[in-house]
T-cell receptor
Framework: GNSVTQMEGPVTLSEEAFLTINCTYT??????LFWYVQYPGEGLQLLLK?????DKGSNKGFEATYRKETTSFHLEKGSVQVSDSAVYFC????????????FGKGTLLTVNP | NAGVTQTPKFQVLKTGQSMTLQCAQD?????MYWYRQDPGMGLRLIYY???????DKGEVPNGYNVSRLNKREFSLRLESAAPSQTSVYFC????????????FGDGTRLSIL
């Protein structure tokens, strides 16, 4: 079956530091890949997505590239802010008619001033 | 701009009680989903409805039932609540297709004593 593995947190950074959160996946077919963000007390919000190999998703300074050869979709940001403190989830949706999401366990990011 | 609305936001039940969690979306989405979120487990799919009139089991359906009342509404019912069902429940909706992101409500925090 499908699975998503994220680096375990928590991750604590200082403001303006570089962020990488690793995500690797196992899937049959050609999945679409997503990063979602969850701020305290809220639901999940889509951060970015990529639907085919070598696509780069980007939003709010975050980027992730769909790497089929390494089955990875690592999240990066060059300079984090305190407001980026949240839980980040990597997820995949299998291709074809099956579009359920499979989530990683989430990575808690705390950014200190 | 309501998006996905869940009610109630908080609920405390006693073991054996029943209740229904309500979810409604105003984005004309075909597909709707129910997840539970537990610490260290990420989000796990309980049930989903690919389109009005259809429902299917997800990863953890035991102890739950669902009803897709119409295109807008998708309810989750606990017939006889158990402490193991203490969790945060999220409803989501999406357009049809594996590359379509899901839109989440703010969650229902349910405690079962």
């Amino acid at each position: 079956g499908n699975s998503v593995t994220q680096m375990e947190g928590p991750v604590t950074l200082s403001e303006e530091a570089f962020l990488t959160i690793n995500c690797t996946y196992t899937a049959t077919g050609y999945p679409s890949l997503f990063w979602y963000v969850q701020y305290p007390g809220e639901g999940l919000q889509l951060l970015l997505k990529a639907t085919k190999a070598d696509d780069k998703g980007s939003n709010k300074g975050f980027e992730a590239t769909y790497r089929k050869e390494t089955t990875s979709f690592h999240l990066e940001k060059g300079s984090v802010q305190v407001s980026d403190s949240a839980v980040y989830f990597c997820a995949l949706s299998e291709g074809g008619s099956n579009y359920k999401l499979t989530f990683g366990k989430g990575t808690l990011l705390t950014v200190n001033p | 701009n309501a998006g996905v609305t869940q009610t109630p936001k908080f609920q405390v039940l006693k073991t054996g009680q029943s209740m229904t969690l309500q979810c409604a979306q105003d984005m004309n989405h075909n597909s709707m989903y129910w997840y539970r979120q537990d610490p260290g487990m990420g989000l796990r799919l309980i049930y989903y409805s690919a389109s009005e009139g259809t429902t299917d089991k997800g990863e953890v359906p035991n102890g739950y039932n669902v009803s897709r009342l119409n295109k807008r509404e998708f309810s989750l019912r606990l017939e006889s609540a158990a402490p193991s069902q203490t969790s945060v429940y999220f409803c989501a909706s999406s357009l049809t297709g594996s590359n379509q992101p899901q839109h989440f409500g703010d969650g229902t925090r349910l405690s079962i004593l």
